[in-house]
């Protein structure tokens, strides 16, 4: 039974390796992330001009144990001429460690001109890091373990958007933490080192291919010093502002299929499927991701159709 624990942990181990050294995620991963901006930028919050609600649930890697699950919950509005409000909260989950993030977004918009507006968007807030590497163990005198260890944030991002295109410039937490990471699967050492800085890039645009359907191609950028970058691509079409259809990809990582359906004007729902491309693809049977959106639209604001991004 001991020998099979080991094997369970060094099999954990072995995912949280790929997943921090190679594919540098030490923040969370969306494919739905050109409908919840506000999880990378905190300047988008307050940008669609009334109260925004979205719920999202990840499974990544279903079938391997200790593998990636991520909840989430955003709630974004404006607070007045040129002010917005945005309140994010995540619940990580990554083999032994579980992380949960508390962060509140503030922005501030200028009107470039009639077309196109320019906002600056601050982060403050933090996360409680619990690690529990070795559950079961009778003899835990050299193992090492975290509880609710306390890591700060602070964060900036801007956003600058017209009627059909955006872009956006973030840094989701300028802290450079000290983070749980084993260095060595063959002895007991363990040790807490450095978070990298995150950079991240968005853009998209939306192109109205007739008057039933759009076209909107999105992409995401993250980059972390010394490691490699990660790149998303997506394109999503609208049929008659109520379905929505869409392929991605992540680089050197896997397919996306996303679908969506606009149930009302106030209440959006989505699904994605990625098919992973390296080799624990050989070992799971994709991820799932499903989101949920609310807005809470006033008769004084009726959008004359759903907002693509």
Known sequence: MKMYLKFKILLVLFLILQTITCLAQQDPQYTNYMFNPLSVNSAYAGSRGHLSVTALHRSQWVGVDGAPQTQSLSIESP??????????????????????YIDANFSYTIRLNNESQ???????????????????????????????????????????????????????????????????????NYKVSAERLHYYLIAGKVFNISSSVKFKP????????????????????MLYDTVRLGVGYRWDDSFSGLIGMQISPRLLLGYAYDLTTTRLGDFNSGTHEIMLRYELITKEKQLKSPRFF
């Open 79 to 100: 607070i007045g001429k040129n002010l917005g409000l945005g309140l994010s909260l995540v619940n990580d989950r990554l083999g032994p460690a579980k992380e949960i």
């Open 118 to 188: 320019l906002s600056f968007g601050m982060k403050a807030g933090g996360r409680l890091l619990n690690v529990d590497l070795f559950d079961g163990f009778q003899n835990q005198s050299d193992i090492a373990s975290i509880n609710n260890k306390f890591l700060p944030t602070v964060g900036a991002g801007i956003y600058w958007r017209n009627e059909k295109t955006y872009f956006g410039l973030s840094v989701p937490n300028f802290l450079t933490n000290k983070y749980f990471n084993r260095d060595d699967f063959s002895t007991n």
């Open 218 to 237: 999105a992409f995401l950028g993250k980059f972390v010093a010394g490691a490699p970058a990660i790149v998303d691509l997506s394109a999503n079409f």
